[in-house]
């Protein structure tokens, strides 16, 4: 028969850890508590320790690559929510979403997290052990969860907040989605052009000897290029894109990239602003659940995803650790100020004037007056937590309103763009014909 490992305070309020007895179910373990004196705070199955990897139960684990899904993870931690909202049992609530959960990382994740459970461990030590599905944002939030014996209202402000985050990643993604589309096909179709249609006008041409303008001349230039290194169409790409990866693989480089796309114009806005709105947002939450405010500003530097506000963070960590408030670093660190790398890489993309434009926005802010402000006025009256939260609906806010006018702005840029390119062929094709048409009918 099992036992079980509880929690519990006596009459005298002291809390008492041990571990029961053989019992048959939980119901009798708790019986058996409560006729100790003790009131049942926590319980879950208790397995001796083993050797690691002695004993574990691997049934239904498949091979996957990566890591969980933060859709995935989203909707699994509102479920597990509400489960514990229900007053499951956190045992019996993740073997139901085990069970129900498809082959891969998530269903791989539950059930080392299930068996670590039976071994002994609380929740979150066992999610701990599972690092490819829950991040260290999440383990610390279910272990302040399990310190207040709040759990299931820990994994409601999760959820909250992962909905909120997907939500955010998935309205820029869809933001993305249609400029991109569109330069592929234009790009594609103009590939095409210049590579099979082109070259049927540059035979007319030389066939006829016709003097050519230079538009035409131009255009023929082009085609031959297209003709001559069209394996080089994906390969340019592809370079770019690797040597981004190199760079980034470096702090330096990393550190300057990041402040290129946050420097960059029209879409750094974009950038920065989703930054804020997340940070703050992970912040307020981790302050809201307990965590201690030197844990809760680390785990939102790593989780940031941007090395100029993991810099901002660790200095605002840096001056709480000497007795400073978050407010004054934040202000102060709120310029990230000169740095070569950015300046290399708007150099690289915009050629001729990509310098000038850097040297322009070198003062700009990457944390608004309004975001230290409130910060400011939340550490003076115990409420950081709401004015975190308020700071992060402003800027989520902010990124929907910008998304929009951007969507608005790229469309009729795109189709002039793509009806400039076009004229340009059509014109540089039809000049020489309707002159060669004239010559021939004099």
């Known amino acids: ?18 571990v029961t007895e ?37 049934d239904g684990k498949t091979f996957s690559l990566g890591g969980v899904p933060s859709k995935k993870l989203t909707t699994f931690t509102r479920q597990l929510s509400i489960l514990q909202d229900a007053g499951l049992p956190i045992l019996r609530s993740l073997n139901i ?13 539950l059930i080392d997290t ?55 990643k998935q309205k820029i993604k869809s933001a993305m989605t249609y400029p991109v589309a569109v330069v592929f096909f234009a790009c594609a179709i103009l590939s095409g052009i210049m590579y099979f249609i082109v070259p049927s006008f540059v035979k007319i041409f030389d066939d006829f000897g016709t003097d050519l303008p230079a538009m035409t001349i131009v255009l023929m230039t082009v085609s031959k290029m297209v003709v001559n290194y069209w394996y080089m169409l ?40 989703s930054t804020v709105a997340r940070t703050t947002r992970t912040l307020g939450t981790l302050v809201a659940s307990g965590v201690p405010i030197l844990e809760a500003l680390h785990i939102t530097r790593e989780t940031s995803d941007n090395a100029v506000f993991e810099k ?38 915009l050629p001729g004037f990509g ?28 409420e950081l ?28 840029v795109l189709v002039i763009f793509l009806g400039g390119m076009v004229g340009f062929i059509v014109i540089a094709l039809f000049m020489p014909l309707i002159k060669l048409i004239t010559d021939l009918s004099a």
Request: avoid cysteine; charged fraction near 25%.
């Open 114 to 168: 299930v068996n670590e459970i039976e071994s002994g461990s609380s929740l979150s030590e066992a999610m701990a052990k599972s690092p490819r599905a829950f991040n260290r944002l999440y383990v610390n939030m279910v272990r302040a969860g399990e310190a207040g014996g709040a759990l299931e209202v820990i994994l409601q402000r999760l959820s909250e907040f992962l909905e909120r985050s997907q939500h955010l």
């Open 312 to 349: 901002l963070y660790q200095r605002v960590l840096e001056a709480i650790r000497d007795g400073d408030t978050i407010a004054n670093p934040l202000k102060a660190n709120s310029r990230p100020g000169f740095h070569l790398g950015t300046l290399l890489y708007f150099t690289f993309f």
């Open 234 to 273: 994906p390969l340019i790409p592809f370079t770019i894109w690797l040597l981004i990866r190199l760079t980034t693989s470096f702090e330096f480089g990393r550190y300057g990239w990041h402040l290129f796309l946050l420097k960059f114009p029209i879409f750094g806005a974009l950038f920065e602003k």
């Open 1 to 18: 028969m099992p036992r079980y490992k509880f929690e519990a305070i006596d009459a005298q309020g002291n809390e008492i850890k041990d």
């Open 97 to 109: 979403l085990m069970n129900q959960a498809p082959n891969g990382a998530l269903r791989n994740a």
């Open 22 to 58: 053989e019992v048959a179910t939980e119901e009798d373990a708790q019986a058996t508590i409560r006729a100790m004196g003790y009131r049942v705070t926590r319980i879950s199955l208790y397995k001796e320790r083993k050797v690691k990897g002695a004993g574990k139960k691997a």
């Open 355 to 382: 310098a000038l434009v850097y040297l322009m926005k070198l003062q700009n802010k990457i944390l608004d007056d309004m975001v230290v402000n409130m910060v400011d006025v939340g550490e003076e009256t115990g």
């Open 385 to 412: 937590d709401t004015m975190l939260y308020k700071v992060a609906d402003t800027f989520d806010a902010e990124v929907e309103t910008l998304t929009e006018a951007l969507m608005s702005l790229l469309e009729p």
